[in-house]
């Protein structure tokens, strides 16, 4: 069984083939196309290359932002707006010619994590992706927590940033639009990689703490993982002791850690689904059977 798995976050694009459920490919990365019809053009034509003549028999992917019930397309995404609406896993079945699952792409990085990553061994994990946006989701048991329209914690609001930044945000106190690699450009004119001046960064991990405290409050995990682009710049160090200082309510603290698997976190996850017993009965639907990996 040869199977595709992909992730679409908010500028990368990620795609590996497994094969009998194991072995990645060689993990391949690019810029996300803007237009939908050019990125599902862009998808068949790497998965062509990465399965080297074999048959796709199954296709599990990540996006970045919230999908319908039925996981069919897209309802709203503030980083891929032109792939809003648009009939998602129909186009890319077509395409690919092998049934499609399509998941937020924040589940599938913390599924991939909290089984194969830095949450193993911990049964509930918070894993949050800072990014160009804010991703996040909570792992229970090693399957993804229930929920109606996913997790977005990015879109949570923090009062310190309500007036502070109302003039360059369009929400406010949106915890994504203080600390994210398109709030950065915005703020400071300049691409998140280009900005080295210490005393910003620390100010972005006192924010991130901030956001931190309320996802510990709100699902009480046994450890946090952060992953995402910005977590390479990032200074952990200063997060846990901001967030330290924030968060009273608990005895003893979740641990902060960072990821350990990188851009493969959500193919990690994807993989974990295709290992689930209920693909087969999700292969079988036509709109798929909505219980989690």
Do not use: C
Request: hydrophobic share 40%; no cysteine.
């Amino acid at each position: 069984m040869t199977y595709l798995l992909f992730d679409i976050g908010g500028t990368n694009m990620r795609l590996a083939v497994a094969h009998q459920t194991k072995l990645f490919s060689a993990l391949t990365i690019v810029r996300r196309p803007r237009s939908f019809a050019t990125g599902i053009r862009l998808i068949k034509k790497l998965a062509g290359n990465l399965a080297a003549g074999r048959k796709i028999d199954q296709v599990v992917g990540g996006m970045a932002g919230v999908l319908d019930k039925e996981h069919t397309r897209l309802l709203r995404s503030p980083h891929l707006q032109s792939w809003v609406n648009k009939p998602l896993q129909r186009e890319l079945s077509r395409a690919l010619k092998a049934p499609v699952r399509l998941e937020n792409d924040a589940d599938l990085i913390g599924l991939g994590e909290a089984v194969s990553g830095a949450g193993r061994g911990h049964s509930i994990v918070a894993s949050i992706a800072i990014g160009t946006g804010i991703g996040g989701t909570r792992i229970v048991d090693g399957r993804i927590d229930h929920n109606v329209f996913g997790f977005e914690p990015g879109h949570h609001f923090l009062n310190i940033g309500i007036r502070k930044h109302r003039h360059i945000s369009p929400h406010p106190g949106d915890w994504e639009s203080l600390v994210s690699g398109s709030a950065m450009k915005t703020r400071f004119g300049r691409p998140a990689e280009k900005i080295n001046q210490k005393a910003i960064w620390r100010e972005m991990a006192q924010y991130v703490a901030y956001g931190l405290v309320n996802v510990s409050v709100f699902w009480s995990p046994n450890i946090i993982v952060l992953g995402g682009s910005l977590m390479k710049r990032l200074p952990l160090s200063e997060i846990r002791r901001y967030y330290k200082k924030y968060l009273k309510m608990f005895p003893t603290l979740p641990r902060i850690v960072r990821s350990k698997l990188g851009d493969r976190a959500g193919l990690y996850g994807a993989l974990k689904l295709i290992n689930n017993d209920k693909w087969n009965q999700y292969a079988k639907s036509p709109t798929g059977n909505r219980d989690k990996g």
